[in-house]
C-alpha cells in the first residue's frame, strides 16, 4: 500500500486513469495534461467574463472555470454559454461551487463540469471542536448525501462532470475533528462524495486536493491515488486535477506551483493542471503548458526505457515529510548535513567562467549585491591540472578581496588525479565525477589523495538505474579501504528525481544511508528564464520534499545573483528553509472584493523585510479565512471597500477601510512581533 500511488517508484509512469469527457475535450487515458485556468472577472459581468475566457483560450487554455456564488450567477452562465457560442468560443465551462446547492443544480444545465468542493457543499464553516459519537458522523453523513444526491443525479443525466475538489484548509468541521486539517481529512472528505456518486452509478469524477503547502498537497494526491487503488485494484482510476492554491505571484508563485505540481506529474500523477497566480489569469497559461509539456516529455523517455526491475524500496516516506538523517560534515569554512540547513551552492564548473580570477570575482560581488538578503554558501570551480589549481588559489585570494568569503570548492575529472596531484589549500571539498567506465584505481587514487589533503570527497555518480547501483557498490567499497575524511553523495541523471529518490535508497540499502547528499541542477539556458526556473524548481524542489538532500548545487547559470535568488525560493517554495516573507495570495476569481493584484504587490512592498512571517492576502470572507490556512497574519476581503484582519485563525480589526488597512495589518505585525 505505502507505494501503491506509483506505477514504477524509479520511472516516470502514468497512472493509468479512466477518461473523463469534459465538453469535447477528454481527460485522462492518454489525453494529454490539460491545461485549465479560471476568470477573476464578476459572474454578472458576462461581457467581461467571455472577454476574459477569450483571452484565456486563445492563450492555450483547455478548460475554463466561472465561479457561481450565487442562483443569479449560475443562471448568468446560461448567458456567458450562448455569447462565448456567438463569438466561436469552444471551450468547456466549469462551475465553481462552494456553499451553494441549488446554483451547483442550475449551473449543471448549462455547463459540462461542476467543482464543489466537500467542505462546504451541505457543511457551514464554524471551526468547532467536538466529538462525534459513531452514530452521530453517520447521520451527520446521510444529511450530506441526501444534500448532494440531486446534483450527482443531475450531472448523470446532463452528461455533465464533476470534480470533487478538496482544499486543505476549507474541510467541514466534521471531519476536521474526526481526521485533522491532514491529507488524510482532505482524502476521508473527497470518498465520502465519491461513495455517494458511485451509489448512483456515476464515474465521470475529478478529483483534486489542492493546498498552498507543496508538502501536504503531495501528500493527499498520493494518498488518494492508494486509496483509490485500493479500492480497485489494477482498474483504471480516476484522472486528478492538480493545483497548488494561494501560491501567490511571481517566482515564487511560479516556483511553489512547479514544486507541487511537478513533484506529482514526476510521480505519473495528474491528467488536468491549473497554476493559480496572483496575477491576471491569462499569464497562468503559459507556465501551466510549460510544467505540462516538460513532464509529458519525461513520460515519454521513461517509457522507451522498458522496465527497470530494481530490487530496492524508496528510502522516503511519501506521506509525511520527514528529512532524511544525515551526519554532519565540517569543512574548514562549510557544515552540512545533519540538523544544518540545506547549503546553497552555485557551480562554476565551466572554464570561460573564472578564467580570470580578479575578474570573476568582482562580477559575483556585482551579482550578489542585487540579493543582499540571502548569501552564497559554496562555490564550486572546475580544476583539470596543476595550473588551475594555482589559479584556484588566486580566485580565492580574489574573492576575499571583494569581502566574498564564501567557501570554494573544486570538481576535478578523475583522469587528472594522481598521488602527485597537488589540491589547492583553500580547497573545502573534492568533487570527483564517477562514470560506469571509471577504473578501480582511479577511485582509490581520489580516496588517497583526498585523505592525503585531509579533505571532504564527493562521489558525483553519473549514471542511469542499474549503473547507479553498480557505481554505489564501487565506491563504497573503494572508500573502505581508505576512509576519506568525510563522503558525500550526488547524482547525475537524466531522470534527476528518481536518481537522487535511487541514491538515497541505494545508500540506506548499504546501511550507509547517512552520507549526506548533494542535489545538482544544471540550469536550462533556452533563453526562456521561466523554462530554467521550472525545471530546477521541480528537479530540486521533488526530493526535498521527500526529505532528501543537504545542499542544492546549481550549474551553468548565467546569472550568479538570480541564480542564488531562485535556488533560496526553491528552499522556500519546498518549505525547507526560509529566508524571506512568506507570502500566501488567492488568485482572486468572481468573489473578489478588491484588486487583489495590486493589493498583494502593495502590502508585499510594505512587509517584505519580515524575513519568515507568513501573510495571507485573500479575495473573500467565504473561502479566504479557511484556505489561508496556517499564514501567520491575514488581510481578506470582507465587503465591498472594507477588509478584516487576522491573527491567525483570530479576527483582530472587523471591517477596516481599504485604504487604511495595509497599514493597520503593518501595525498589526508590529504589535504582535514585539509580545
Ligand atoms: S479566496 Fe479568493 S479565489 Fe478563493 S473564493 Fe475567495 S476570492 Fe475566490
Redesign the pocket.
Known sequence: MKYSFLVDPWLTRRRVTRVVQVGDVGVGGDHPIRIQSMTNTDTMDTRGTVDQIEKLSAAGCEIARV?APSIRDAENLREIKKSLEGRGVDIPLVADI?FTPNAALIAADFVEKVRINPGNYADKKKFEIREYTDLEYADELARVADRFRPLVLRCKQNGVAMRIGTNHGSLSDRVMNRHGDSPLGMVESALEFLDVCEDEAFFDIIFSMKASNSHVAIQAYRLLAARLEERSEGKASYPFHLGVTEAGDAEDGRIKSAIGIGSLLEDGIGDTIRVSLTENPVREISVAEKIARRSERRWSEDSALGDLRLDLQPSMDPYSHVRRESRAIRMPSLSLGDTHPVRVELELSRWEDWLVPDQTARTLRAAFSSVADVECESLLVGVADEESATRFSAFHSALEEEGLEIPLSARVPLGCLDDAFELPDEMERLVVVVLPSCSRESLETACRVAVGKGVALEWCLVGEAAELSVLIDQVLEVAKLQPPPSVIFSVESKRAVHGARQLAAELEARKAGDHPIVLRHTWTNSGDQEVGMIGASIELGAPLCDGIGDMISLGGVSDAGNALDIAYRILQGARLRTTRTEYIS????????FD?EETTARIKSATSHLKGVKVAI???I???PG?MADADFGYV?SGPGVVTLYAGKDVVARNVAEDQAPDRLLELIGEYSEK
Do not use: D
Open positions: 465561479t462552494h488567492c488568485p482572486s476569481c468572481g468573489r473578489t472584493l487583489l485573500m479575495g473573500c467565504v473561502n479566504g484556505e476581503g
